[in-house]
């Protein structure tokens, strides 16, 4: 289902957050987590998007003693 998360296992995990949290909490628990999901999703593929630096290189003139 869920990368290796069973149907029991995602039940017994809400079930731990209805009593940690409580139903008057719960929507609200999930929603920071849904939107911090997005923002965490949003910056990676930023990242991911941007080129990557430029290499500045600097030529100096060397002038041969003789």
Do not use: Q
Not at 45 to 62: A, G, L
């Amino acid at each position: 289902m869920f990368g290796g998360i069973g149907m029991w296992e995602l039940l017994l995990i809400l079930v731990i957050a209805l009593v940690v949290f409580g139903p008057g909490k719960l929507p609200d628990v999930g929603r920071a987590l849904g939107k911090s999901i997005h923002e965490f999703k949003k910056a990676t593929t930023t990242v991911t998007e941007e080129e990557p630096p430029k290499r500045i290189v600097e030529k100096t003139d060397v002038k041969e003693e003789s």
